[in-house]
């Protein structure tokens, strides 16, 4: 058997097809936003400038980009230093953490929310009423596959011990050891994961809609249902986020013990 | 001792909500405890829409699986450029992730009924693509479901195509084996783990979606997770533990479908470098 030397036929028929059907609703979007909201025909920026000066717009994806954040925040102080006493302290807990990454699989948001909603009914407003307190604790628990499969890939490409034993011997505390002298070592790691739970709540539907938080996607369905070419422009917007959101990850993954699941999403 | 945080959050808010669906399933619309809920499942019109999910579910992860595996094989194989295989994965990462609202969005845009190529057909090829039937519909939901599938599929089961030793290759024609025996006694059964294994990833992935059905159909397509959601955005008032009665169901399925995937998984590692 020879090898081959240019690409074989069947494999660039396949290859422009798929290109063809992923790229082909990107451009209609595209092509979509910039007719004319009396006539349909090309070309107009109308739509952007709607967008642009809708303050619903800009007031959703703020309160969707401060989640984002607190998500990030409140994971991070979670997931790390637990990830971090799992590999130096009991490593044998490591598949537990592993086996319970996979549970949100089959508890999926639209199970979760229900048994959130239910459970949570009568607690006090600023929890409950509130999306800083509800939707971010429940958006911790989805961040929390993605957060560990890249804590746990950037803690393995270090040495957790020899640091640690380093660090101490020199007199630092444990928080100073945590944060002066392991996390500039899963930096990459950490904005990985970071990067993953921007995407994931910046597109959350399932849960913010159930328990009728306004965050971004929300807003983002109400221009579907009233206007058909702006609600073009904003998908766009939304979709450059996740491209940036995603790219930013990819380009930390090629550093060092950043090779995160990339799976995450909000269908 | 350090990870007592952690446990108490995951019980807080995974475990003790997961376990409220399950107990609540089996509470009474007032008081008491009832199997009615959970025994309505059976009956229509639910049955219709566990039958509506799982359809939609194997149809997307079979022809998803199908068309990723393909794509994965076609970028990895011998003489395609390795720039091109970066390029699949990199834009698998992100189409994997778009989902939901904007999503169904792109596709409205695109084949619904004013969309790009719907008018395109119409006008330039005189083609009715729909022929009365529209987007907006469980064939609707599947074409949508794809635009995340089968990127999905390409990102499993790359690493266990780059796990197909190209040595097994050489030493199957060394031994006289022609292409068609080298995939039905190594290629195949070495890929079957895996393959199995992103299926059911795939399986679950779709039967847990709600925001891209919910948006593309407005609610019209009663796939289960749609008809939960109806009990809280305020269209039906009913019985809330129906709905966890239904959550349950869901639970059910994909607590099967985890318990067949750990064992492929384990099976599945042991050729992937």
New interface residues.
Partial sequence: MTTRRFIAPSAAVWLLLGAAYFILPLVATFLFSLRQLQTGHCCTVASYTWVIHNGQFWSSLRLSVELALETIAVSLLLYVPTVYWVHLKVPKLRPVLAFMALIPFVVPPIVLVVGLLNFYKGTPIWFYAQPWGFLVAAYVVLAFPYMFFSLDSGFRAIDVHTLTEASQSLGASWGRTLFQVILPNIRAAALAGSFLTLAIVLGEFTIANLSQFHTFPIYLQYVNETQAYAAGAATLVSFGITWAAMLSLLFVGRKRGARASVVAGAR | ???V??FA??IL??F??????LV?AFKGATHGWTTSNVSQLVHQPYLHSYRESIEISLVTALLGGA?GL??A???I?????RW?RSM?T??S??????????????????LGT????TQFMQRQLHLNVWQGADLFTKTGVEIVY???Q???MV??IAPAIDGLRREW??AA?NLGANSWQFWRYVGLPVLMPSVLGALI?LF?????????A??LT?GNVYIV?VV??AY??GNVSSN?HL??AL?LG??VV??V??ALY?PLQRRAARWVR
């Fill in positions: 001792m350090g990870t945080p952690f959050y995951i808010m995974l003790i909500p997961a376990g409220e669906v609540g068309i393909a794509l094989y076609a970028a194989r011998d003489g395609t450029p091109i699949l990199t834009f990462g992100v189409a994997a992730n778009f989902g939901g609202i904007p999503l169904a969005f792109a596709f409205v845009a695109t004013i969309g790009i190529a794809l635009y995340f089968i990127p999905l990102l499993v290759r050489e024609s990833l679950g992935n779709s039967f847990a979606a709600y925001a891209t919910y948006s407005n997770p939960i959601g809280y955005t809330p709905a966890q959550a869901m639970f994909l607590a479908m985890m750990i």
